[in-house]
């Protein structure tokens, strides 16, 4: 009859209204899921950069740490060299002050 044909078409017209919702709602679901990847991903190549900056700063630590090794022992090579020269240069005093006091012994003769 026509009340149930009218109910049928409001019940159809609720449907539809419904079945419009749940397609807006899942385009938006859509959407926040794309941001969510699309930030997803953003982070992973943060993250990708963060380690490899690391690993680049951890490696730099270590050539950095070799260097002072070698600068240390380099400072004590040549520590030991002035002090053979400091040694030295007080032999060559000491002769030459032994050479000139003979000089002047035998030239008082």
Do not use: F, P
Request: hydrophobic share 40%; aromatic share 0%; proline share 0%.
């Amino acid at each position: 009859t026509q009340s149930e044909t009218v109910d049928a078409v409001e019940s159809m017209r609720a449907g539809t209204a419904d079945v419009e919702t749940g397609v807006e709602l899942a385009g938006k679901a859509e959407h926040s899921l794309s941001d969510i990847v699309s930030s997803y991903v953003t982070v992973n190549d943060m993250v990708q950069q963060i380690a490899t900056a690391a690993e680049e700063q951890s490696t730099s630590a270590v050539e950095i740490a070799r260097h002072i090794e070698s600068i240390a022992g380099t400072s004590k090579s040549v520590s030991s060299g002035i002090q053979e020269i400091a040694r030295s240069a007080r032999e060559l005093a000491q002769s030459a002050e032994r050479m000139h006091a003979e000089v002047s012994r035998l030239g008082a003769r």
